[in-house]
């Protein structure tokens, strides 16, 4: 809805005559940022702005990131860089899944060219990793992606590693220029091209600070190329290996003693930090091991057991109560977590509100994990974090390795349920009135309908906010049109009118629709998500479509916006609200179901 931007030198800008400019309806200064409000046509204003002048596409400043301590700045980085890649490494695992059930059922020889091929599909996300790594960095740390990925390609190119190889065999040193180059294979590292690319960052600035503008385009990729080659396969490319196997040491020495001790601790708290999405700063270790010696017998397992206690969780609360909300909330939070691999319906829907199935996914999990980390499970891919990818834990090495990876899952799901049957949970809390009672309770009492008008149903389910709470002036001061909020459940978006989509905005966070009767309707979800790029967003319709009422538009990570401390409130405004007589809010309670009125529209 807005045109951001961060202005070099601040005094030239006009505020009085930006305002004048034919469709503008506002301005706004967050922080050092610039925005212009301009409505749902800001994505075109944007791309025709950039395409005139040159300009690529932007994301929120580096400096922003640098808010907290150091040890939090770090953790959100590292989450930041490996969050965009985990789709890749979920589909790796599980791939490797379906090819262990066609072997054993005797429907694909292991030696025949079609597993090679999808086998080599599934490692391809390994060998090609510093290359995957060096893209998300990049953007990370806003630097140029491309020749990040170039400087990645350097390490793992053939005829490097063909050097390296054949230095090794014959006893030899690789220099170059005169200085030592350490002899390692790049294949499947995570933290190497990491901190190259942090570096690169710096010097790309360095370097746009000190060559003359009538150099810096050509200069700028050479300098960066031919400086950082050197710095990534003698400074930080070894570096980041020592880190790497230093921490495969650490890992193998406190598994050697006490494994188990180190998984029931961690999974402690592993709620928290899947709450904040700091549980994604544990991948690197993941990769590391199985990059060294095949398989992980830590950060892996702690996923296994945290997601399928949620699933846990969210069956013994179907099976125990009688509350309707809840039961259709509990169905596919359960069939997420046991079969899905995906905890966040359950955690967030279920055991975070009534918190009592919260502190019983604890007790199944840790005890899971402290029995996975005695008898050594090991987790050989990505991506096992359900009931359907227990195949994937049999290994012709490791032939007990099944059978601890059953007793496992037992552990956490019978475990988990049984501490929910035993602790109880208040189910009231899915009840407008707190009564409890058996029959689902009206969300809203909705007011008498309006002759000759049409009506725009919730987006979605969860906390309503009226518009003038809303934390966005643009919003709240009806700036695009009559707006209400709603801070959503379980993330999920639907169409609230029968109509097309008009406008689905590049950084997803936006959808524009509009009506069969010519109603323009924005979702707009969270306040600045623009800055996320669209991190944590899917979206299942684009520019044209056809929707009806109630059809899913979209869906967003709540872990990712409470990683970035962005506001989550999805706001519905009908933009051309000065076409129709009166426009009410028919919503009296905060909260709201998917699906109800919530305005209704006079023409």
């Known amino acids: 809805t807005r045109l951001r931007m961060y202005i070099k030198n601040p005094s030239k800008f006009n ?5 004048k400019v034919p469709g503008v309806m506002g301005f706004q200064l967050s922080g050092e940022q610039y925005q212009v409000i301009v409505g749902p046509k800001a994505i075109h204003m944007c791309k025709e702005i950039q395409d005139g002048f040159g300009i690529a596409g932007g994301s929120r400043k580096a400096e922003a990131d640098k808010s907290g301590n150091v040890v939090n700045r770090f953790l959100e980085t590292l989450s930041g860089c490996i969050a965009p890649m985990v789709p890749a490494l979920a589909a790796s695992g599980l791939i490797k899944v379906v090819l262990t059930i066609l072997t054993m059922t005797g429907l694909l020889s292991a030696d025949g060219q079609t597993y090679m091929l999808l086998n080599t599909a599934s490692d391809a996300v390994f ?34 590693a063909g ?26 590292t995570v933290i190497p091209i990491i901190l190259t690319v942090w570096v690169m960052s710096y010097l790309e600035k360095a370097i ?5 503008e009538t150099l810096i385009h050509f200069l700028r990729p050479l300098l960066i190329v031919f400086i950082m080659s050197p710095i990534a396969l003698i400074v930080t490319g070894p570096i980041g290996v020592i880190i790497g196997e230093g921490l495969a040491v650490v890992l193998t020495t406190i598994f050697a003693k006490a494994g188990w001790l180190a998984i029931g601790v961690t999974l402690l708290f592993t709620s928290f930090m899947c709450m904040t999405g700091m549980h994604l700063a544990l991948i690197p270790i993941a990769m590391t091991s199985i990059n060294t010696i095949g398989y992980d017998e830590f950060t892996l397992v702690i996923f296994l057991c945290f997601t399928l206690s ?9 099976l125990k109560t009688k509350n309707s909300k809840l039961r259709q909330l509990a169905v596919p939070a ?42 050594h499970l090991k987790v050989f891919s990505f991506g096992l974090f359900s009931l359907l990818g227990l195949p994937g834990y049999v290994s012709a090495e490791y032939p007990s390795n099944f059978m601890h990876a059953v007793i496992t899952v037992a552990i956490t799901v019978f475990g988990t349920m049984a501490s929910v049957w035993v602790l109880g949970f208040d189910d009231s809390v899915y009840d407008e009135d707190g009564s409890g009672d058996e029959q689902e309770p009206e969300p809203f009492l909705k007011k008498d309908a309006l002759a000759g008008g049409s009506e725009v149903v919730s987006v979605a389910t969860g906390k309503v906010i009226s518009e003038e709470n809303i934390k966005d002036n643009v919003f709240s001061t009806g700036t695009l049109g ?12 639907y169409a609230p009118i029968d109509g097309e989509v008009a406008t689905v905005f590049q950084t997803k966070h936006a959808i524009g629709l509009r009506s069969n009767d010519g109603m323009e309707v924005l979702i707009h979800v969270g306040i600045d998500s623009v800055n996320l790029n669209g991190e944590g967003f899917e979206v299942y319709v684009q520019a044209g479509d056809k929707v009806k009422r109630g059809q899913k538009l979209l869906t967003y990570n709540k872990n990712v916006f409470k990683t970035h401390e962005i506001d989550e409130t999805i706001v519905l405004v009908v933009c051309n ?21 919530i305005f209704e529209t006079v023409v």
């Not at 505020?15 to 305002?19: G, H, L, P, V, Y």
């Not at 746009?208 to 003359?212: G, I, N, R, S």
């Not at 949620?310 to 179907?318: H, I, R, T, W």
Request: net charge negative; with cysteine.
């Open 15 to 19: 505020e009085e005559k930006m305002k």
């Open 127 to 160: 060998y090609f990793m510093p290359v995957i790594l060096a893209y998300t960095s990049a953007k990370r740390f806003q630097c140029n992606e491309v020749l990040a990925m170039m400087v990645a390609g350097l390490l793992l190119h053939p005829e490097f």
């Open 163 to 188: 050097l390296v190889a054949a230095a090794q065999e014959n006893g030899t040193a690789i220099k170059f220029l005169g200085l030592p180059v350490t002899q390692t294979s790049y294949n499947g």
């Open 208 to 212: 746009d600070k000190f060559v003359p």
């Open 310 to 318: 949620q699933g846990a969780a969210a069956l013994a609360v179907l």
């Open 334 to 375: 359960a069939i997420s977590g046991l079969f899905g691999g995906t905890s966040e319906p359950a955690l967030y829907g279920i055991s975070v509100r009534m918190k009592t199935p919260l502190y019983a996914t604890v007790i199944g999990s840790t005890a899971a994990g402290i029995y996975a980390g005695i008898v």
């Open 482 to 493: 009559k707006a209400v909020g709603i801070v959503s459940d379980d993330g999920i978006c």
């Open 577 to 597: 609200a000065n076409d129709y007589r009166d426009i009410q809010a028919v919503y009296e309670n905060d909260r709201i179901q998917a699906g109800d009125v």
